[in-house]
Nanobody, 124 residues
Framework: QVQLVESGGGLVQAGGSLRLSCAAS????????MGWFRRVPGKEREFVAA????????HYADSVKGRFTISRDNAENTGYLQMNSLKPEDTAVYLC?????????????????WGQGTQVTVSS
């Protein structure tokens, strides 16, 4: 089993920045690709970004490309999502997930482990 704990969410004005963290424990973090998804009430979980086992490859949703950066530190068993130029439409609960498959374009249903999420609210 893997336990994931997200942190770093909060309230920020439009144009601001936040850095989310995803701390993993229980199994070898580097054996999994990591993804960030977001959830808004009444909508399906939306893909945001993913990063490969080694961190050498990344993939982003078009809506965040150029504004968000996903990264990971396998020595620290932690992944990150740097979010810049935030917009009100980025408001959501952000969740990190791990998947053994190293493909980066997988839907949330393929992920093996999830954290509880951290709330991000962007005011206009």
């Amino acid at each position: 089993q893997v336990q994931l704990v997200e942190s770093g969410g909060g309230l920020v004005q439009a144009g601001g920045s936040l850095r989310l963290s995803c701390a993993a424990s229980g199994r070898t973090f580097s054996n999994y690709a990591m993804g960030w998804f977001r959830r808004v009430p009444g909508k399906e979980r939306e893909f945001v970004a993913a990063i490969s086992w080694s961190g050498g490859a990344t993939h982003y949703a078009d809506s965040v490309k150029g504004r968000f950066t996903i990264s990971r530190d396998n020595a620290e068993n932690t992944g990150y999502l740097q979010m810049n130029s935030l917009k009100p439409e980025d408001t959501a609960v952000y969740l990190c997930g791990l998947v053994e498959n190293n493909a980066l374009n997988l839907g949330y249903e393929f992920y093996d482990y999830w954290g509880q999420g951290t709330q991000v609210t962007v005011s206009s």
